[in-house]
């Protein structure tokens, strides 16, 4: 999987806490989604205190005004036995996320139902 760069489209949780997926462009077609599950902990600042950098809220912009691009992910063992530790760096947010298990699935972009929607 190339992302260097590529589009952060969406990040969502589900099941309380339980699962984080991250969407990550892959071409106008196809995104990767990563699956985080067993999520013993996750943590993340956003650009909202960034001045000048955004304007509004991230669930009232368009696909072309999001603005957050892959640039690293690195994976760690983590001290707590069978956990991973995931540094995310998707400027400018950056996520920490420890959990049990990741899968990734390249997916059509037609199957998922981005917030932005058609904005």
């Given amino acids: 999987m190339e992302y260097q760069d590529a589009p952060i489209l969406d990040i969502q949780a589900a099941f309380l806490g339980d699962e984080i997926s991250i969407y990550i462009e892959n071409d106008k077609d196809t995104s990767y ?13 956003t650009d909202v205190a960034i001045p000048n950098w955004r304007k ?11 603005g957050y691009f892959a640039q690293e992910i690195e994976l760690f063992e983590e001290e707590e036995k069978g956990f991973i530790r995931v540094e995310c760096n998707f400027h400018p947010m950056y996520m920490t996320i420890i959990c049990k298990e990741i899968e990734l699935d390249k997916i059509k972009n037609s199957d998922i139902n981005f917030f932005w929607g058609n904005k």
Avoid at 40 to 45: A, C, D, I, S
Avoid at 56 to 66: A, E, T
Wanted: positive net charge; glycine residues 4%.
């Fill in 33 to 45: 989604k990563v699956l985080f599950s067993e999520c013993l902990k996750v943590t993340y600042t």
């Fill in 56 to 66: 509004g809220k991230v669930r009232d912009m368009s696909r072309s005004q999001l």
